[in-house]
């Protein structure tokens, strides 16, 4: 029988939402990634335009780009000899939107938002 936590959920349900929510933070870990899902949330578009607005080698893109389809956030399909990616996870665009919201909010209002309710300690600002 699993060990029951605090909140009532069985520790193997537990340990595997924070399995599950530490792979998604470590795919959302890179800059790059986190742009090419900036880059597609309103629109799908090609790797020459994502090269366009992502100022990255091809063959780095092509392989952010990769892990980001292989893990379901991107999906793709082939019109000729283009790829055009779009957002397969609308939750991680919501979630990436807003991290990086909070973040440009601190990183713009420096004093004015009280040390409890950054996201990032002083020391990384």
Do not use: W
Request: aromatic residues 4%.
């Amino acid at each position: 029988m699993p060990q029951v936590t605090h909140a009532g959920e069985p520790e193997l349900d537990q340990d595997r939402v924070f399995e599950t929510a530490a792979e998604l933070f470590a795919i959302l870990a890179t800059p790059v990634r986190l742009k090419i899902i900036s880059a597609v949330c309103q629109d799908e578009k090609n790797v020459s335009e994502l090269l366009e607005l992502i100022d990255t080698t091809q063959p780095n893109m092509s392989q952010h780009l990769g892990t980001l389809y292989r893990s379901g956030i991107l999906a793709k399909r082939r019109e000729g000899t283009q790829i055009y990616y779009r957002l397969q996870s609308e939750r991680v665009a919501t979630l990436c939107r807003a991290v990086c919201t909070q973040v440009a909010i601190e990183l713009d209002e420096v004093d004015d938002i009280d040390s409890s309710d950054r996201l990032l300690p002083s020391s990384q600002r």
